[in-house]
């Protein structure tokens, strides 16, 4: 078994020699692959590939509650080489939607944050809240508790990259991200906004790309923080909303790597695909590889806009 995986994993290495000659042009954008499991940046098809940056979601007080997992994985990003974008969400305890699911305040928020910064000042790219108009998420309904958490991130890491706001391409976006902008503080032309366009990407569209676009200002920049070809997607109730297809994800991933990137010209300038490796049986598959470590055609997909990945 580890005699065929080796020959697989050189197959791919040739494969990439070659496919990197004619890599499409780069345009403006930067391309980078989040993966929560620090294992994966030894893995010799991730390594290959040139990655440069790369991006994780934690709770927004791991710096307290899971220390040694959020340091595993910076030290393990560090040692890759890597500049990582760290993302912060609601505790893992914490269901949305549901009861308990509230904002926390803004002094337990600065509390944390603060005490990131001081012991990670190299970090410097940080999404105050992932996903912040979901409704997984306390932020969901109440855009000013993401916009402040954005003023603390603001004033606590000066001279840093910091992703506004980071949403999902759903229907409540234009409203979710208007009220938003009643909050937030500094000058909305120098923002940055993160999208999660995985309903444009794998429905062959355009709409949530052009709506961000449309209602941020023209100076503003665009990252898709969070975005990939689907191989299976299955809700949290069991309904399965993608069925399982390999075709399907290469294809999604070949539209977003032509197409969407290059809506609103120079204004989109990161892409973060997520992610390498899925868990066995993960309801939500958009890995690169399967989950024994063999590549996708969406690997290769990737491989061939490698000159992307600066």
């Known amino acids: ?6 020959i697989v994993i050189l197959t791919c290495l040739l494969a990439l020699a070659l496919t990197g000659l004619a890599a499409p042009s780069a345009g403006a954008q930067a391309l980078g692959i989040g993966d929560q499991k620090p294992e994966v940046f030894q893995n010799p098809l991730f390594k290959s590939l040139g ?16 220390p040694a997992r959020l ?3 910076i030290q393990a990003a560090r040692n890759a080489g890597l500049e990582p974008l760290i993302a912060f969400e609601k505790p893992r305890s914490m269901q949305c939607p549901g009861s308990r699911c509230r904002a926390p305040s803004v002094r337990a928020y600065t509390r944390a944050f ?3 910064r001081a012991k990670y000042p190299g970090i410097r790219t940080i999404s105050p809240w992932n996903e912040a108009n979901s409704g997984t998420q306390p932020t969901g309904k109440n855009p000013r508790a993401a916009a402040r958490y954005y003023n603390v991130a603001r004033r606590y890491c000066r001279n840093c990259k910091i992703v506004t706001a980071d949403v999902l391409d759903i229907t409540n976006m234009r409203r979710w991200v208007t009220r938003f902008k009643r909050y937030a503080r500094g000058n909305p032309r120098l923002y940055i906004w993160g ?78 695909l997520y992610n390498f490796i899925p868990a066995v049986n993960d309801r939500f598959d958009v890995g690169l590889l399967n989950a024994d470590g063999t590549p996708r055609e969406v690997y290769n997909v990737v491989a061939r806009h490698r000159s992307l990945i600066r």
Do not use: C
Not at 51 to 66: C, G, H, N, Q
């Open 1 to 6: 078994m580890r005699s065929r995986r080796n």
């Open 71 to 73: 340091d595993a994985w």
């Open 114 to 116: 603060r005490a990131f």
């Open 51 to 66: 990655v440069k940056r790369t991006r994780l979601f934690m709770p927004y007080d791991a710096i307290f509650s899971e």
């Open 195 to 272: 999208l999660h366009n995985y309903g444009d990407t794998n429905r062959f569209r355009t709409r949530g790309a052009r709506t961000l676009l449309r209602i941020t200002e023209r100076k503003s920049k665009i990252w898709l923080t969070e975005t990939g070809g689907i191989t299976y997607f299955a809700t949290a109730d069991g309904r399965v909303a993608l069925p399982r297809s390999e075709a399907r994800a290469a294809r999604a991933m070949t539209y977003l790597l032509d197409r969407l990137r290059r809506l609103g010209g120079r204004r989109v300038q990161r892409i973060y």
